[in-house]
């Protein structure tokens, strides 16, 4: 008898379709972009600031229009999820062994969210927020 | 016991006389207690003797039974009936080829297998005089969870990277191989880095993390793949910022 197996095609543009956690995967990764596009806002910034006094305040005003609001907003949950759904898995990527045990993911978790908070509020101190 | 009658969708291949895979429904009378294999087996030896698929242990133990239970990689002697509706569709696991009917190929899965050297390496021979490998509880802890695979492949039915990239050396051949890394009896490591970290081998990995929610066995092996990654970007700054220190 001879051999005749069959080969199921990948759908590699529909794949993510197939289940809710290849949706919740593939949003965490297109999220990303989001954060790429707010960083190159920030170095279009740098440059306005390169650019003289009159410009950066162009660039100041320009981010208070509606469309530049809603892009910032958007951009601020987008990169919200990206950070909260990497953040949850890291207890995954990086467990941390002390002697029979390994540390609960809730420390790991804490430590990273931790983080965040405090390095948050050096940035927030250095733009003068407080 | 109760008694309910479901509609069993079985993908059917025959290679002697099919060009393509097709669905047959078999009505069948289940138990409130049995598991999707009971319900195949049922169909087997009441309504049709031709229908081809693996099973063994039918305790979650062999690995045999892996299949996609209405979509999802299952063992089918732990998808119990009482959780889905009366309509359950299986199917041999994806991203594998169909040998027949539910039977895949897994010659793929078994080369790779082969090629991560999932056995331990000792660092030096010793004589069987020179007495025991001794091991402590945390050397143990470090790759324990590691052991339970049973190399059932829904791990690679659930890895989209393994659909679209099949060179991908996988979920469970790679946790495999961070098994025997982690053993403080072992000295393979390097041999192994040569097949795992590599593009083929952890970073076609994306972390998408569907492996460890469909392991039957919580081996989660999305964990070892990331401490693989970890474990050999540092060997990387190790190689090339401190070329003097050792690897």
Redesign the interface.
Known sequence: MSRKPYVREFANTTWFFRQARYMRYIGREVTCIFIGAYTLLLVCAVMRLSEGQAAYEAFLEALRSPASILFQLVALAFALYHTFTWFNVTPQAMPIQRGEEFLPGSIILGAHYGGWVVLSLVVLFLAGVF | MSERQIQLEVLR?N??T?S??HFQTYSVPCLNEWVVLDALNYVKDNLDPTVAYRWSCHMAVCGSCGMMVN??PKLACKAFIREYSDNIRVEPL??F???RDLVT?ADDFMEKLTRIKPFIIPKEQRPVSAGEYKQS??EL??YKQYTLCINCMLCYAAC?EY??QPEFIGPAAITLAHRYNQDSRDGGRDQRQEVIATHEGVWIC?????C??VCPKHV?P??AL??VK?ASTVDWYKEHLMPWGKK
């Open positions: 291949y290679p002697e099919d393509e895979p979509g999802e994806v991203h080829p169909i040998e190929v509880p945390a802890l470090t989209p659909g679209s994306s972390f998408v993390g569907a460890s929610e989660d999305a964990s990331q401490q970890v």
